[in-house]
């Protein structure tokens, strides 16, 4: 059974592009418009992602709002997150993992199976 | 048991000579027999010439005391600490004055001891005529008089002056006035002094420094003028001078703190306008790879639309338009970054044609279906009715687009309406969501340019967009403000006079 990853991001085409190059690999792909939409995914969706993918900044939740929501959760603590940032100046929790935007599919990749190695 | 008496012996006449107290002796017929040197200096006579002398001619003070003394003779009594006006030119001295008898085996005389006392009497009783008065007020005042006299360069100064300038009048009297004004400000003060002297002028005011004894420098207030003789010849200088140091360190600091804003001022100026000119080279810069972008992005969707329905095609041709968004996303961006400095140059140009807001509305709000439709949005259009103006096409689109993204931003997930209207002289565009809403106090502020006020997390943005809106609405003779209040979401409302312009 495919890996399924969550993807959260406000920005329609960064999802849609991630989608696409994500199944093209073979994973499950799900998605979030922000962290409130995230939080209700995983709620709904039952059965935890191998990873999720999170913008930082983003209306309603959000990225850090949605981490400290994780943390909280014992069924989704444990749950391998990537952090995209396109600020220098906003910084991501110590400790997560961070790809860089703008990001090119290789890149993508390798963190993602990284991620879903651990 | 009484004390031995002491014998002075030679010392004795080395002890009245030292004394502070003027001491006399006087024989029979009232003349002085000897006075000590503080005695002899309370009259006119030097100390040589006085032995012999009737005591009225030694100390003329005392002239009124004959009697008295004669009574010390006949009574062999003593009088105490008698008071008496000190006369002489100063008036206001006192002396205190006792007599005694003096024995020895052949002869008698009276002593006098003299005690001169100061100044002690308060003010009103010193006062006894206007030459006092006058003496009074100049010895007592608090601005510093120096009075010169021309014909022998005397000086007269009161304390107040004296204080100022740090030197006596005998000293004053052997340096001059240029001794005591610092180099820089001699010339003005010579030359305004030649043009007193010379008649020109009654007086002159100037502010200088001076330089005190000891180095100092003080900043003075002078007024200076002249009294001249029945021949019309000066006779008189009259200086008047203010110490006015704390004053002028007072104004060099306020100077300083003034020059040192100024200066602020003047870098922020100039940060600013470093920033326009960074802002309009580095939005060319990034213009420039666009344009190949855009071409080859629309050369490819073109060529994609035509082997649709394919499959494969159909998929490129979804990624191709994605690029294409992204693309018209950084144009805007750039567009932004570009009007901000030709904006804050006042080089805004509007291109004038026949335009339909309506159709502006709703095609702007297409543009944006998709975003809305992944944030969770539901666009409502009411823009049916044509609204034509004479506007820039272009413009309008950049202000329909900024309300639009916005509403998208801080519109909480929430229904945005979009409505077009016109009235005989107004076509009015609303964009109104039901998010956060903004507090009345602010509602001024979002239009002023990087003003930001949500948080940095969740709206991301340059803070330029209402600026913008405002400069363009602005420049097409319209008007565009905010409705809102905190909780109940925000109407942004354009207003455009509609007649041709």
């Not at chain 1, 993918?53 to 990225?63: A, C, E, R, V």
């Not at chain 2, 000119?277 to 050369?299: S, Y």
């Amino acid at each position: 059974m495919a890996q399924v990853i969550l993807v959260v991001d406000d920005d329609a085409d960064i999802v849609e592009s991630m989608r696409d190059f994500l199944e093209c690999e073979g994973y499950a792909v799900e998605v979030a418009s922000n962290g409130h939409d995230a939080l209700t995914m995983l709620e709904r969706i039952g059965e935890p992602p191998s990873l999720i993918l999170i913008d930082l900044l983003m209306p309603i939740m959000d990225g850090n709002e949605l981490l400290a929501e994780l943390a909280r959760r014992p069924s989704l603590a444990a749950i391998p997150v990537v952090v995209m940032s396109a600020a220098s100046t906003i910084a991501a929790p110590p400790g997560v993992v961070v790809i860089q935007k703008p990001f090119g599919i290789k890149a993508l990749y390798d963190v993602v199976k990284h991620a879903c190695a651990r | 048991m009484r004390p031995e008496p002491v014998h002075f012996g030679a010392h004795a006449s080395a002890l009245v000579n030292a004394s502070p107290v003027g001491q006399l002796l006087l024989d029979r017929e009232l003349r002085v027999v000897a006075a000590n040197p503080v005695a002899a200096a309370l009259g006119p006579l030097a100390q040589s010439s006085v032995i012999g002398r009737p005591f009225g001619d030694v100390v003329p003070q005392l002239s009124q005391l004959g009697g008295v003394f004669r009574g010390v003779f006949e009574t062999n009594l003593p009088f105490l600490n008698l008071e008496l006006p000190g006369g002489g030119p100063e008036q206001r001295r006192r002396l205190i004055v006792s007599g005694f008898p003096v024995t020895d085996p052949e002869h008698r005389f009276v002593g006098v001891t003299i005690v001169d006392l100061p100044d002690s009497e308060p003010i009103d009783s010193m006062v006894r005529d206007r030459d006092e008065l006058f003496r009074v007020a100049f010895e007592r005042a608090a601005i510093g008089m120096l009075v010169l006299d021309w014909s022998n360069h005397g000086v007269r100064m009161n304390p107040a002056a004296e204080r100022l300038y740090g030197y006596t009048p005998a000293e004053m009297e052997r340096i001059g006035i240029q001794g005591i004004t610092h180099p820089d400000d001699w010339a003005v003060d010579l030359e305004q002094f030649s043009r007193l002297m010379a008649g020109e002028i009654d007086h002159y005011q100037l502010a200088k420094r001076y330089v005190r004894k000891g180095g100092d420098i003080v900043w003075g207030d002078l007024v200076v003028s002249v009294a001249r003789d029945a021949g019309g010849q000066p006779k008189l200088i009259i200086s008047m001078v203010q110490d006015i140091t704390e004053r002028k360190r007072a104004e060099a600091e306020r100077d300083q703190l003034l020059a040192e804003r100024t200066q602020l001022l003047q870098q922020a100026q100039e940060g600013v306008r470093v920033r326009d000119v960074f802002l309009a080279m580095a939005a060319h810069e990034l213009k420039t790879p666009l344009t190949p972008l855009r071409m080859e992005i629309e050369g490819m969707l073109a060529a994609t639309q035509a082997s649709l329905p394919d499959a494969a095609a159909e998929r490129t041709h979804q990624r191709l338009s994605r690029v294409e968004r992204q693309i018209t996303r950084l144009e805007r961006l750039v567009g932004d970054l570009l009007d901000v400095s030709s904006m804050a140059a006042g080089r805004l140009e509007v291109v004038r044609e026949r335009v339909n807001l309506a159709e502006v509305a709703r095609e702007v709000v297409a543009r944006h279906h998709q975003q809305a439709q992944w944030s969770g949005y539901e666009i409502t259009t009411r823009a049916d009715a044509p609204v034509f103006g004479w506007w820039d096409r272009a413009r309008l689109e950049q202000v329909a687009t900024n309300l639009i993204s916005n509403a998208l931003k801080f519109g909480g997930g929430k229904p945005i309406e979009v409505a077009t209207e016109s009235t005989p002289t107004l076509a009015r565009l609303t964009v109104r969501d039901h998010g956060v809403g903004i507090p009345a106090e602010l509602h001024e502020r979002v239009f002023e340019k990087f003003e930001r006020i949500h948080s940095d997390r969740k709206h991301p943005g340059l803070g330029l967009g209402l600026w913008i809106c405002r400069q363009l609405v602005t420049a097409l003779g319209g008007q565009v403000r905010v409705e809102s209040a905190p909780g109940s979401g925000s109407t942004f409302v354009v207003e455009l006079p509609c007649g041709e312009a």
